[in-house]
T-cell receptor, first 115, second 114 residues
């Protein structure tokens, strides 16, 4: 059974360019999360969706960041324009609904380097 | 302000000995706690969890202890194995409507020496 799929695995771009990260959650999971991992701040939640609807985007750093979930099997995180301080590993995770203890299943991450 | 803190960025332990990873939190509304393990170039994977109504949960070599009065939890690994070498994240979930969001600590790099 495929887990959470993210693409690309690595991205190197120049400052000012647009970057699009992609995620395919586990089939049947109702929740999708985008995280960013940096040395200084660890794992930070950026935004999460429930049934394709954004629920909380308070973690999105600024207007340069946007996320969409056009259907249950696909989500994108876009940075436009990108800046060197956006360099980090971006994780997508999904979880099923129901219950009090369901865990989140993470993808392998996209390592972004903005020069 | 970090609501979940892992004050030790790294820990080294000899193979066969006990590893103890610590985590402190500040929000008394957190109701569920989880530990995740992360290998290089991979995403975090769920390891073990504990509800706030319990003080201990055990799964094989892994035991999580929760001290609510101290707002502290710890993960014990006994015996430690070289394959346990990874970054361990503590995470907490709070009661907030239908929220499923987790607040993560900054992680502790565990190195188990053979």
């Amino acid at each position: 059974d495929a887990g959470v799929i993210q693409s690309p695995r690595h991205e190197v771009t120049e400052m000012g360019q647009e970057v699009t990260l992609r995620c395919k959650p586990i089939s049947g999971h109702d929740y999708l999360f985008w995280y960013r991992q940096t040395m200084m701040r660890g794992l930070e939640l950026l935004i999460y969706f429930n049934n394709n609807v954004p629920i909380d985007d308070s973690g999105m750093p600024e207007d340069r960041f946007s996320a969409k979930m056009p259907n249950a099997s696909f989500s994108t995180l876009k940075i436009q324009p990108s800046e060197p301080r956006d360099s980090a590993v971006y994780f997508c995770a999904s979880s099923p609904s129901g219950g009090a203890g369901e865990t989140q299943y993470f993808g392998p991450g996209t390592r972004l380097l903005v020069l | 302000d970090q609501q979940v803190k892992q004050n030790s960025p790294s820990l080294s332990v000899q193979e066969g000995r006990i590893s103890i990873l610590n985590c402190d939190y500040t929000n008394s509304m957190f109701d569920y706690f989880l530990w995740y393990k992360k290998y290089p170039a991979e995403g975090p994977t769920f390891l073990i969890s504990i509800s706030s109504i319990k003080d201990k949960n055990e799964d094989g070599r892994f035991t999580v202890f929760l001290n609510k009065s101290a707002k502290h939890l710890s993960l014990h690994i006994v015996p430690s194995q070289p394959g346990d070498s990874a970054v361990y994240f503590c995470a907490a979930r709070g009661l907030s409507g239908s929220a499923r969001q987790l607040t993560f600590g900054s992680g502790t790099q565990l190195t188990v020496l053979p």
